[in-house]
């Protein structure tokens, strides 16, 4: 290659070089105003988005706390009932099982029947009883009467003796005042004193009929008594077979469902066995809140209460009363605390609280979760008076 050629090319690199520096700062400050441009509108919008999640968050907190201060609310909440077991008071077997597992019942419907012949034959039994004590009573009323006859007669007996002694008295002092002054014989003298002496004798075997007789009248009317006493205890002994007739029969004593059901015909049943549960229809639900949360509760207070059984469903009740204690003071085990590594713990108190109307479409039953919460300010919230005005 020729010197003129070298040069050339070192011209065309010169030129080149020349044009590329002229370009490039020009395009580099364009690039960096738009940069600063886009950054300044993100601050803009960062600071606009800041601001409003700061009053989303502000209105949220007050809403929070406005709906705090209203209400307080636990999930330590569960359904609650008297349920108690279903037993015989007499024994027998059973001859029939009317109901089956989880069955509403009405109050006085049969549940089940024990075999009732051996207590019908002690109820005839004690009808004989009462039959035979009725006609003790009869005849001893008859014997009474005629006793009560035979008392008058004897009573007229003494008086007609009495009567007697004393004619008879009267005779023989005459007639010994006649043997005196020998107006009269001795042996008429001696005849009527004999007969006042018969009549003393007459008159005291009468008194002594008479006492007899009214002796066995108040036999007579102590037996009365004592069959009017057999009377009412056959009378007692006939009101207990029927009411051991009646309880081979047993019933429902209130509305409620069956649970657990365990009887079945055949089986012998002795007196306290239990053949089934039984959940009555007045449930409650036991609530436990905290001891802070108990600062405004009071009876009465409207309560709404959500079922896990079927979410979404409110169900409405009120504040019955609030137990005198913890939880924990009415355990099998009380805590006890006078120990030398006390720590405490915030206890939570059982509230009653009474279901207005609960739904019939919803089984509800003993250890139900629910979720109450208790409106322990009756003025509107904030949430609340936006929702009336939209």
Do not use: C
């Amino acid at each position: 290659m020729d010197t003129d050629q070298l040069h050339a090319q070192d011209g065309d690199t010169t030129i080149a070089q020349d044009h590329q520096p002229e370009s490039l700062p020009h395009a580099t400050n364009g690039q960096q105003e738009n940069a600063h441009g886009h950054r300044r509108s993100r601050r803009r919008v960062a600071a606009f988005a800041g601001g409003v999640a700061l009053l989303v968050a502000a209105g949220v907190g007050y809403l929070y706390w406005d709906e705090s201060a209203h209400f307080e609310a636990t999930d330590d909440a569960f359904i609650a009932a008297r349920q108690f077991a279903i037993s015989p008071k007499v024994s027998g077997y059973i001859t029939a099982v009317t109901v089956t597992d989880n069955q509403h019942v009405r109050a006085g419907e049969e549940l089940a029947r024990l075999d009732d012949r051996d207590y019908r034959a002690a109820l005839a039994l004690t009808e004989a009883q009462i039959a035979a004590a009725q006609a003790q009573i009869e005849n001893n009323d008859a014997q009474v009467a005629v006793q009560q006859a035979q008392v008058t007669q004897n009573e007229a007996q003494v008086e007609q003796a009495q009567a007697a002694l004393a004619f008879g008295q009267e005779e023989a002092a005459r007639y010994a005042t006649l043997a005196r002054k020998d107006a009269g014989s001795i042996q008429d003298s001696q005849r009527y004193t004999s007969q006042r002496v018969q009549q003393q004798a007459t008159k005291k075997m009468a008194q002594a009929t008479f006492l007899a007789a009214g002796r066995k009248l108040a036999v007579l009317k102590a037996q009365h008594e004592s069959a009017e006493a057999n009377l009412a205890q056959a009378k007692a002994q006939r009101a207990q077979a029927e009411l051991n007739l009646s309880n081979t029969i047993i019933t429902a004593a209130q509305p409620g469902r069956i649970v657990q059901l365990s009887a079945a015909v055949g089986q012998y049943a002795q007196p306290g066995t239990s053949l089934s549960m039984f959940v009555p229809d007045e449930i409650w639900v036991t609530a436990n809140f905290k001891e802070p949360q108990l600062r405004a509760i009071r009876p009465g207070q409207a309560v709404t209460i959500k079922m896990d059984a079927q979410p979404g469903r409110i169900v409405r009740g009120h504040v019955a009363s609030v137990q005198p204690g913890s939880g924990t003071a009415f355990s099998l085990l009380p805590a006890e605390n006078a120990t030398g590594n006390y720590v405490k713990i915030v206890q939570r108190v059982p509230v009653k609280i009474t279901l207005d109307g609960p739904p019939e479409s919803v089984v509800l039953g003993p250890g139900m979760s629910v979720e109450p919460t208790v409106r322990i300010n009756p003025a509107q919230t904030l949430l609340e008076r936006l929702e009336a005005v939209l």
